[in-house]
């Protein structure tokens, strides 16, 4: 009646043939367990760091049922010429827009609406890949997992090392002799920036626990009190890079995190053998899944040594890290111990310290595993008793995804190309510091961990405070 020519949309709404909704369908071939549920609606695009770079997470998937389909013809025999060099160029073309590119962060589930995580994708396409076709990056990622005392001994100086090439070869010369480098390297060397951290200082001496605990003692009477002890876990990235040479505040983390648990008159204990200690997350985003499995058995141990099996809280300054410990320790109870330093002060720091707004103006970069974790909103309501005024970076993801961002410099500068701070920023936070060199080289405002501010603006809470 409305149409009758048809001439509007035609076929959609009002149809002759009987049996068109059998025809024309989209195929959806099977390509994996973990996204075999994605509609390709879209939705995950916006938050992804690699959408104006590579793929986004549904063309991932689309591409991936592609090959996946095609494959299965090979194996019968039944495909074309044609559809083999479109096999073989897919392939080709996704170890990089596909595999590469993809940060692996999760930020794409937070948007789907069948909650697909097309990380898990990637990587596990990056395990199969290097179990089947390059076993020895597993071997050598082994060898790192059970030495690695010395990774987190050698590779502080070398980026002193580089720090100090930078200052007395300048910018220009050493942009050229770092962009030959990663060239040549294939991208296996990563790109120095003006940003990149200098070697991070020794932690400061601290009680380090290393007796075992009772196991039959009660792990439920302590945790309804907080016995003014924490655990610390600085992590790795944490122990070898610090701050950048150009910024002004050049405290370590370990030192801020110290002094702001000192002035709550929390007392602060290492994990046994700290040094050798790592959350696996480095191995795992590559693909390399047992040496990420040894470090998480190998840590749980002992933080359930140095927490008294999980009595005391547990804060690891590196919100990605502790997101991957709590996703992948085996203990339940342990989980419940574990904090990031914005979860940690929230729940119990503020009734022993007072904060004061000691900047005008600041920026905050929630990480991708802080907002997975909900403490977006913590985030910000923490740091706005710290400053006047607190501008979000808005960024979903930075792209960094570990040193990634270092190897790949065209993921972070898609994901960061609309970062835009006011001009009256000076000082910006986060808690990851990969993450803060990559904003801070695509702001030219120094990132830095949000504990500097935090030991900044606390002071002990008054008696008179604490009574009211």
């Given amino acids: 009646l409305f149409d009758p020519d048809f001439l509007l949309n ?15 369908l989209k195929p959806s071939p099977l390509a994996h367990d973990l996204v075999d549920h994605c509609i390709e609606c879209g939705f995950c695009e916006s938050n992804c760091p690699s959408r104006d770079a590579a ?21 019968d025999g039944a495909i074309s010429s044609t559809d083999q060099e479109r096999l073989h160029a897919m392939r080709k073309e996704y170890e990089y827009a596909g595999l590469d590119m993809c940060a692996a962060d999760g930020m794409c589930q937070e948007k789907c609406p069948v909650k697909i995580n097309t990380g898990e994708l990637v990587k596990t396409i990056r395990e199969e890949k290097l179990r ?22 050698l590779i502080p100086p070398l980026l002193t090392t580089v720090s100090l090439a930078h200052r007395v070869l300048g910018n220009s010369i050493m ?7 990663h ?41 309804q009190k907080f016995g003014n002890k924490v655990v610390y876990l600085p992590s790795c990235v944490t122990r070898v890079m610090g701050p950048t040479a150009s910024d002004p505040e050049q405290a370590s983390v370990p030192e801020r995190f110290i002094s702001l648990a000192r002035k709550a008159g929390v007392e602060v204990v290492y994990p046994p ?15 390399c899944v047992d040496a990420s499995k040894a470090k998480v058995a190998e840590l749980e141990k002992e933080l359930l040594i140095a927490s008294e099996n999980g009595r005391h809280p547990i804060v690891c300054d590196t919100s990605p890290c502790l997101k991957h410990l709590k996703d992948n320790i085996s203990d339940p109870l342990l989980k419940f111990s574990l904090y990031e ?19 005008q103006a600041v920026a905050v970069h929630v990480p991708c595993s802080s907002k997975k974790l909900k403490l977006e909103n913590q985030f910000e309501s923490l740091v706005a008793k710290c400053a006047e005024d607190v501008v979000p970076t808005g960024v979903p993801c930075c792209g960094m995804a570990g040193d990634r961002g270092f190897r790949y410099p065209e993921l972070t500068g898609g994901a960061l190309q609309h970062l835009n701070l006011p001009s009256q920023i000076k000082d910006a936070y986060s808690t990851s510091r990969t993450c803060e060199c990559s904003l801070s080289q695509h702001s030219d405002v120094h990132f830095r961990s949000v504990l500097h501010l935090l030991d900044d603006s606390a002071r002990p809470k008054s008696s008179s405070s604490s009574s009211h």
């Fill in 10 to 24: 035609p076929g959609v709404l009002l149809n002759h043939d009987m049996h068109v909704h059998k025809k024309n």
């Fill in 132 to 153: 089947t076709a390059s076993p020895m990056t597993n071997r050598i990622a082994n060898t790192i997992a059970r030495n690695f005392y010395w990774f987190d001994t």
């Fill in 341 to 359: 330093p914005i979860d940690f002060v929230s729940t119990f720091l503020t009734d022993k310290l007072e904060f004061q707004k000691t900047k």
């Fill in 55 to 75: 793929l986004t997470p549904r063309q991932r998937i689309t591409v991936w049922r592609e090959i996946n389909r095609l494959a299965r013809l090979e194996v």
């Fill in 273 to 287: 053998n700290i040094r050798s200690q790592c959350c696996g997350i480095m191995f795992h985003s590559r693909g």
């Fill in 175 to 181: 942009s050229a002799i770092a962009g030959l480098a």
């Fill in 183 to 223: 060239r040549v390297g294939g991208g296996l060397i990563p790109l120095w920036n003006p940003y990149l951290p200098s070697g991070a200082k020794r932690l400061p001496e601290l009680k380090s626990t290393s007796s075992k605990v009772n196991e039959s003692e009660s792990r439920i009477e302590t945790k």
